[in-house]
Nanobody, 122 residues
Framework: QVQLVESGGGLVQAGGSLRLSCAVP????????MGWFRQAPGKEREFVAT????????AFADSVKGRFSISKDNAKNTVYLQMNSLKPEDTALYYC???????????????WGQGTQVTVSS
């Protein structure tokens, strides 16, 4: 079983920033991707960003390009999602996930965190 520990969510005003963290205690993944997804009330879970441990290739959803960035700290087994210029429509429960396939679809990930709430007020 793989444990993913998310942190960093909270309440922020529109235009503000937050940084989410996803730690994978005690594990190293050279052949996996880490992804961030989000789910707003009444909506389906959607892709936000992804990064591969090996090589560091990244991808973003169009809705967050230019505002969000993703990075990793191999020594800490931690992935970060830096969210800038936040909008009320970014309000959601943000999930971290890992999978060998990765990509922008949920089926590319087989382990998920519990989620961290991000609320952006207008």
């Amino acid at each position: 079983q793989v444990q993913l520990v998310e942190s960093g969510g909270g309440l922020v005003q529109a235009g503000g920033s937050l940084r989410l963290s996803c730690a994978v205690p005690g594990r190293t993944f050279s052949d996996r991707a880490m992804g961030w997804f989000r789910q707003a009330p009444g909506k389906e879970r959607e892709f936000v960003a992804t990064i591969r441990w090996r090589g560091g290739s990244i991808a973003f959803a169009d809705s967050v390009k230019g505002r969000f960035s993703i990075s990793k700290d191999n020594a800490k087994n931690t992935v970060y999602l830096q969210m800038n210029s936040l909008k009320p429509e970014d309000t959601a429960l943000y999930y971290c996930a890992t999978g060998t396939v990765g990509g922008s679809e949920l089926r590319g990930y087989d382990y998920w965190g519990q989620g961290t709430q991000v609320t952006v007020s207008s």
